[in-house]
């Protein structure tokens, strides 16, 4: 079945340093990717819709200067949170689809557990 | 506006039947999605329902009613590891996931 990897799953920062996350689709290729973020007893928050060649669609409120996103291959999308401070401390978590039409299930990467010190 | 609802918590006996609902409004609709989400950790997929009727897959099973706007996850012969979240979510007519806030599963002995 299709597998999306993503890396490293556990990272501890200091405050101001930024941090990259990596996406990666093992076995088909990924048009779009999704950055999710994820709070303690919350549902999933769609941060970023990340598109292969060209730049991510940001949803109202996310800080596209600080939540870089680039995807610059069809298998790999990577999500740096800039300048990290505590409060992005928190659950990341990516998603890759098999077609970009909605028809077919997500696969999620096993998420990265952020925490900024 | 888009909206998604499902109970916050729920509460069933291991080797019980569990019935989780998930009522959708959305611009449209392109196929309704059930999630299984164990605490810290991702998302798994469980069905995909875009036509009206019952899917079943083994111990779990999914309806979709798309003219009430209307879903729900049919757990059999629960487990304990089946304590987890339940995501509903919705792809609407642009094709966008629409989440929902997660049911909370718990199963007690």
């Known amino acids: 079945g299709a597998v999306v990897s993503q890396h490293p799953s556990r990272v501890i920062c200091k405050s101001g340093t930024s941090v990259k996350i990596e996406c990666r689709s093992l076995d088909f290729q990924a048009t779009t990717m999704f950055w999710y973020r994820q709070f303690p007893k919350k549902s999933l928050m769609l941060m970023a819709t990340s598109n292969e060649g060209s730049k991510a669609t940001y949803e109202q409120g996310v800080e596209k200067d600080k939540f870089l996103i680039n995807h610059a291959s069809l298998t790999l999308s990577t999500l740096t949170v800039t300048s990290a401070h505590p409060e992005d401390s928190s659950f990341y978590i990516c998603s890759a689809s098999e077609d970009d039409r909605g028809s077919s299930p997500l696969h999620f990467g096993n998420g990265t557990r952020l925490t900024v010190t | 506006g888009q909206n998604i609802d499902q109970p916050t918590e729920m509460t069933a006996t291991e080797g019980a039947i569990v019935q989780i609902n998930c009522t959708y409004q959305?611009?449209?609709?392109?196929?309704l999605f059930w999630y299984q989400q164990h605490a810290g950790e991702a998302p798994t997929f469980l069905s995909y329902n875009v036509l009206d009727g019952l899917e079943e897959k083994g111990r779990f099973s999914s309806f979709l009613s798309r003219s009430k706007g209307y879903s729900y996850l049919l757990l059999k012969e629960l487990q304990m590891k089946d304590s987890a979240s339940y995501l509903c979510a919705v792809t609407d007519s642009n094709y966008q996931l629409i989440w929902g806030a997660g049911t909370k599963l718990i199963i007690k002995p």
């Open positions: 959305t611009s449209g609709f392109n196929g």
